[in-house]
T-cell receptor
């Protein structure tokens, strides 16, 4: 079975540009989580969805960040406009319904904003 | 604020020894606990989950949970150089709720 798929794997962009990160969860998983990892702050939740519905977006740093999940097999995280402090590794994870919360991570997108 | 605390290390152990990794958590509502292994430049990989007090063994790995002390540990027996990685402790309130991660302990197994 394919794991969680993320694209692109690396993204280098200039400050002010729009960035879109993409995620395809494991088939049959109905919860999807977006995390961000930095050296200073570690892994932090940005937003998560259950059955395509956003449940908690309190981790989204500011209005420049938005996320959607139009169907069970696709989610996007958009940053507009991007800033150098957004540079980090962004991970998507998914989990099986009615289980105890084991989450499986995608390979991540390494974002560099110059 | 929900927090998970880990010693950042590095923890160095000789090959074949037992590596002991520890974490504490602040949220008494936490129900599920996980250990992830993360190699440099890679994504976190789930290696152990534990939900009730006591020990849980899987191969060379043993996870221990003490909810009264809000303490979780991971023992790695017969450590191998390939075990050298950062180990992340995480907790959640169970079900499909977010994980709260510690900042990780870097383990180095010396051949």
């Amino acid at each position: 079975d394919a794991g969680v798929i993320q694209s692109p794997r690396h993204e280098v962009t200039e400050m002010g540009q729009e960035v879109t990160l993409r995620c395809k969860p494991i088939s049959g998983h109905n919860s999807l989580f977006w995390y961000r990892q930095t050296m200073m702050r570690g892994l932090e939740l940005l937003i998560y969805f259950n059955n395509n519905v956003p449940i908690d977006d309190s981790g989204m740093p500011e209005d420049r960040f938005s996320a959607k999940m139009p169907n069970a097999s696709f989610s996007t995280l958009k940053i507009q406009p991007s800033e150098p402090r957004d540079s980090a590794v962004y991970f998507c994870a998914s989990s099986v319904p009615l289980q105890r919360g084991e989450q499986y991570f995608g390979p991540g997108t390494r974002l560099t904003v110059t | 604020q929900k927090e998970v605390e880990q010693n950042s290390g590095p923890l160095s152990v000789p090959e074949g020894a037992i590596a002991s990794l520890n974490c504490t958590y602040s949220d008494r509502g936490s129900q599920s606990f996980f250990w992830y292994r993360q190699y440099s430049g890679k994504s976190p990989e789930l290696i152990m989950s534990i939900y009730s007090n006591g020990d849980k063994e899987d191969g060379r790995f043993t996870a221990q949970l003490n909810k009264a002390s809000q303490y979780v540990s991971l023992l790695i027996r017969d450590s191998q150089p390939s075990d050298s990685a950062t180990y992340l402790c995480a907790s959640s309130q169970g079900g499909n709720t977010p994980l709260v991660f510690g900042k990780g302990t870097r383990l180095s197994v010396i051949a």
